[in-house]
């Protein structure tokens, strides 16, 4: 079977490069499977502009595209990112081309422009059952620009209008949560076409032995307002708690600030890969407080299961179906100080036989649920659903 994967790179490195990567690489390892990539990248400046401005129907990607189809010749289209510089007219060369297409869903971008359902500092829902997002617009939900917003609500409503969503096979989202979400949205893609695929982690990584424990809590992700970094340090100032925060992004010099004003932070900067399993085998515990609804189980926290190590998560959106309190860890409101507080406290009241059963659980629950044999399995069967129905 030839399948061609199609991704599009943001201006900064994500998970979902890591994902596109890693499944690119798994796909290529399969018996029988004959995989090529085409990808493209957002750029800065004016070419940036120009790719923004061409994204509702870009024919220099898509002419691309047609090369690759007329020279490969796949059986599968899978698409990872469209956003922005090759945008959805790729689903429509596939369809006329009667190849079926796949495509993972990394965010939330097809039921609102802002892609994460989070605006100044809250979640942002209006635009899930709204057939178009005026509101979403006027708010200035992408990067507080009304330009931007308008024209990516204006790009997805076109291609919604046109039956593009339509025209793609089978959606892969990584959580229930997200299956649910878009569900119950406006854009009325059949459930059937919606199924379930999350990312995986390579369980090799964490064969070694875990190290003896700190007693500093560790956050490991972006340093921005929707992962919940700042209302998390300001929860935990002037408490005895010790937090290492490791990551990068545009609340750095907000989380500068406050390393300087207290005792118990520390900025570790942005790690490695093999940095932040160290830094994982070695804390008390891994700390995730996303304001926002996040589309999966984030990488860092099934790599903490897989260490054993014990996490304290926010309990909204799909962080919720794999951290159940006090099964496979320990859960807050993000918006509440005093509920996070409350979490580690709880946590470090337990008895440490408690917690290592907590631990364990959580451990067996990530290799039942995330280890690459299992979401291969589940991606190669969607594959050949897709294949042998071309529906």
Not at 83 to 100: H, T
Request: hydrophobic share 40%; charged share 20%; proline share 4%.
């Amino acid at each position: 079977m030839r399948i061609l994967i199609v991704h599009n790179y943001y201006q900064d490195a994500g998970g979902e490069d890591v994902v596109f990567q890693q499944e690119s690489t798994a796909l290529s390892e399969i018996r029988g499977y004959d995989v090529q990539t085409l990808t493209f990248r957002n750029k800065k400046g004016w070419r940036g502009a120009w790719q923004f401005l061409w994204s509702p129907w870009n024919i220099f990607a898509a002419n691309k595209l047609k090369k690759h189809i007329r020279t490969f010749r796949p059986d599968i289209i899978h698409i990872h990112n469209t956003q922005y510089a090759c945008g959805p007219i790729l689903i429509r060369i596939a369809k006329n081309a009667g190849i079926p297409v796949v495509m993972s869903l990394h965010n939330f971008r097809l039921l609102c422009p802002s892609a994460t359902l989070f605006h100044r500092g809250q979640l942002f829902t209006k635009s899930i059952k709204a057939s178009f997002p005026w509101y979403a617009i006027r708010q200035k939900v992408l990067d507080n620009s009304l330009f931007k917003t308008a024209w990516t609500a204006i790009s997805y409503w076109l291609h919604r209008k046109l039956g593009t969503w339509q025209y793609v096979s089978r959606y892969l989202v990584l959580a229930d949560f997200s299956k649910h979400l878009i569900e119950s949205s406006s854009l009325e893609i059949n459930p059937d076409k919606i199924l379930v695929k999350p990312n995986f982690v390579k369980i090799q990584a964490f064969d070694e032995p875990v190290t003896e424990r700190s007693d500093d809590f560790l956050y490991v992700g972006r340093l921005s307002a929707e992962k919940g970094i700042l209302e998390l340090m300001q929860a935990l100032a002037n408490t005895s708690h010790t937090l290492k925060i490791a990551g990068a992004g545009p609340l750095q010099q907000d989380v500068d600030r406050l390393v300087s004003q207290n005792t118990n932070f520390a900025y570790l900067g942005s790690l490695t890969k093999e940095e932040v399993y160290q830094e994982m085998r070695g804390c008390k515990a891994l700390i995730v407080p996303s304001l926002c609804y996040e589309g999966g189980a984030p990488l860092t926290v099934i790599e903490a299961m897989m260490v054993r190590t014990p996490i304290v998560a926010s309990k909204l959106g799909a962080i919720a179906d794999v951290i159940i309190d006090n099964e496979t860890g320990y859960t807050f409101d993000p918006t509440q100080a005093s509920s996070i507080v409350a979490a580690l406290d709880q946590m470090e009241n337990d008895s440490s036989t408690h917690r290592s059963a907590i631990a364990k659980k959580a451990k067996t629950f990530a290799l039942e649920h995330y280890s690459e044999q299992h979401i291969m399995t589940i991606l190669q069967h969607v594959y050949d659903q897709v294949s042998s129905t071309n529906a």
